[in-house]
C-alpha cells in the first residue's frame, strides 16, 4: 500500500486561490489541500459536469470548502479571454494561481482552435494568455504563481524552428518542447516581477510520476486504449513503490505556492527516488531552463502568438 504523505500548509482562509485543470487527476488533489487550508477556490473547467462533480468531492472532504466552478477551455484563447473577463468584473484579488492543465502526448499531431499544436496550446500558450490577462488581479493579491511542468522538461528541447509542428511531429517531443516552454515563461514571469515591481513570485513544479489521465485512454484525442506506461504506473503506485499517488503529486505545487519557504524562481518536486515520488522539496534546476536569453525569447514569442502583452 502506498504511504501516505502530508505537508503543513499556512491558514488560507484569507486568500483566493485558482487551479486550472482541477476536475481530475492531480489537479483536484491540489485543490482539496488548498480548501482544507481554508483558501477560497476558483475550480476553471472546460466539462463543467466533471467540475461541480470535484467541486462536491472536495466538499465531502472539506465540508465548509468554497468553491466558484467556472468555465474555461485553454485550448481556446477565446475561451481565456471570456473567462478572465468575468473575473476582472468581479475583481477579487488572488493571491495564488496554479497553472497545472495539461494534456500529453496525442498520437498524431492536433491543433487547438486557434491553429496551435495541441500541447504547445494547452500546456503553454494558454496558461501564458490566463496569466497576462490576469495579471491585474495578480498584482492586486501579490500572488504566488506556482507553473507546473514536468520530468519531461529535463530532456529534448524547444522546438525553436518549427514551435508548432507542422513538420516532423513527435508525440513525446513536443511535449517535453511545450513544459521546457512553460518552465521558462515561469522563470521570465518572476524576474520581470522583480524589475517591474509586481509583487508576484512564480516558480515552478513537478509532480514526478503518478497514474493520473494524461496516460490513459482518451479517445477524444486519439488513444482509444490506456497506454502501458500508465498501466504500469498505476500497479507501482497501488503497491506505493518508487512512484506517487495523485494526492502526493500534487504536494508540489501546494508546497511551491503556499510554504514559505518556497521562493520565486525555483523548482519544487518530489524528493524520493529520481524524483519520481515522496515528500516535496526544492530541486536542482534543469539545464534546459537554465537560459535567460532563452526565457527571452520565449518569452516574446508567447506574447506574439496569443497577441496579449503583460500590461498592467
Known sequence: MPKTIDIPVPDLSSKRALVTG???G????????LARAGAEIVLPVRNEKKGHAAADRIRSRTPEARIDVRALNLSSLASVSAFADGMLRDGHPLHILINNAGVMSPPTRQET???????????????????AALLPLLIAGRARVTSQISIAADANAVHWDDINWREGYD???????????????????????????????????????????????????????????VKVIRRLSRLGLIVGTPASAALSAVYAATNPDAVGGALYGPKGFQH???????????????????ARRM????????????AV
Open 299 to 310: 518569452w516574446d514569442l508567447s506574447e506574439q502568438l496569443v497577441d496579449r502583452t503583460f
Open 22 to 24: 482541477a476536475s481530475d
Open 171 to 229: 508525440a513525446m517531443r513536443s511535449y517535453s518542447s511545450s513544459k521546457i516552454a512553460f518552465g521558462l515563461f515561469g522563470l521570465e514571469l518572476d524576474r520581470r516581477s522583480a524589475r517591474e515591481g509586481w509583487g508576484i513570485a512564480s516558480n515552478l513544479s513537478h509532480p514526478g510520476i503518478t497514474p493520473t489521465n494524461l496516460l490513459a485512454a482518451q479517445p477524444g484525442m486519439g488513444r482509444p486504449d490506456d497506454t502501458t506506461s
Open 276 to 294: 519520481l515520488g515522496g515528500a516535496p522539496a526544492e530541486q536542482k534546476m534543469y539545464s534546459r531552463l537554465e537560459s535567460e536569453a532563452d
Open 26 to 33: 492531480i489537479g483536484v488533489e491540489i485543490a482539496a489541500r
Open 113 to 131: 482552435v486557434d491553429g496551435f499544436e495541441l500541447q504547445l496550446g494547452t500546456n503553454h500558450l494558454g496558461h501564458v494568455a490566463l496569466t
